[in-house]
């Protein structure tokens, strides 16, 4: 810090302060994580200076030996741990991971057979005619996700991202009675709108996706079957997710973020089968600029840190806790989305404690405990303040916190949330943003909290 103090000394301390909240508080958000020191320096170096663009054997700039070999290797890491046939290591993030497997999915579905029709190699030889049917061809594809307030992600063909805009889209959402995915029910909506992709996956749904039904309804319809991974890659990794849960076998293209529960670099990844490589591979310069060699990287290293047998160990340690946190929230009366959880995270209800996600996530976060507020199905209070605090055991189970140290962060949960009321509005109705914490609540709290990471530094 003190090399980046003497530029810049603002940014010093509050890299400092970071960690120092990092360390201090409880991190429960389900897509965060603490990356190994390996990772992280193997990010901060001066393969950053390099460019790259293009893919190994294909590359556009001159001297890229070095990053051949870091690229080489973590698809290799990649391939070996999730069993994959193909693996590209690039996608700076998870909504670029997404982006490329879209464009890859209508390259092979739309643009390969247009070329063909019109007997051209390439979309460079195709006549203006030819190209204007294309480009309309390829804005009028469907596609299938999980519904936002399910639990599925903003990139899964919402109109606010742009996956929305290049789609048109239709969710299926989770029966109201149980809160799972009913596969009827996606099978039904699949044959009506027939979609050329079939996308599953989620950021906020706290149970099991059965993958092999979800390939058989893609191939019922004629859709490709994408599977977004990013929250429970680690998970897959970690040999917890098997079978009819491990994605990878079963759909065409998965694509995964390898921050979250699977501990690397911030940063995106795509798995295909052979069939797609070709077309998954251009994603540089097609929608991607320039990789970024030191993050392929950390992320080799982080890949390669998921191989060893230990990681499995965390991986169930990660579920174990998670279930540890949720039955200890049920037991105090905290209501739960689903009713429990089988995965890495889980929803409570907050309109149980009569708060809004947005008063919860204020009030956790003043007691040391970090949070998100998110959705619940067919939430009353919509997306922006929620009814709904989501909270995951990846980072801490990571620092080494086991089921009894679950219980107490659940009885440290439940202590705030029931302390606390709604604040009232200007217009004198009850808020859904302003909250009062009970005198001495936070203090309480965090204290209890820091003495539990204490003895997790
Ligand atoms: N896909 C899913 C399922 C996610 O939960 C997220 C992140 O929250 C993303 C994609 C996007 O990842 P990133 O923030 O790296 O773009």
Known sequence: LDVVRSVEPRIADAIGAEIEDQRASLKLIASENYASPAVLLAMGNWLSDKYAEGTVG?????????????????????????????????????IDANLVAFWAVLAQRVESPALERAGARQVNDLSEEDWATLRRELGNQRMLGMSLDAGGHLTHGFRPNISGKMFEQRSYGTDPETGLVDYDAVRAAAREFRPLILIAGYSAYPRLINFRIMREIADEVGATLMVDMAHFAGLVAGKVLTGDLDPVPHAQIVTTTTHKSLRGPRGGMVLCD??????????????????????????????????QPAFQGYAQRVVDNARALAEGLLRRGARLVTGGTDNHLALIDVSGYGLTGRQAEGALLDAGIVTNRNAVPRDPNGAWYTSGIRVGTPALTTRGLDTAGMDEVAELIDTVLSRTTPGTAKNG???????????????????RAADLLAKHP
């Open 58 to 94: 294909r590359r556009f700039y001159a001297g890229c030996r070095n990053v051949d070999t870091v690229e080489s290797i973590a698809a290799e890491h990649a391939r070996e741990l999730f069993g994959a046939q193909h693996a590209y290591v690039q996608p700076h993030s998870g």
């Open 429 to 447: 109705k009850a808020s859904k943003a302003t909250y009062r914490l009970e005198e001495g609540v936070a203090d309480q709290v965090s204290k």
């Open 274 to 307: 052979d069939s797609l490589a070709d077309q998954v591979d251009r994603g540089c310069p097609m929608v991607l600029g320039g990789p970024l060699p030191h993050v392929m990287a950390a992320k080799a290293v982080a890949l390669a840190e998921a191989r």
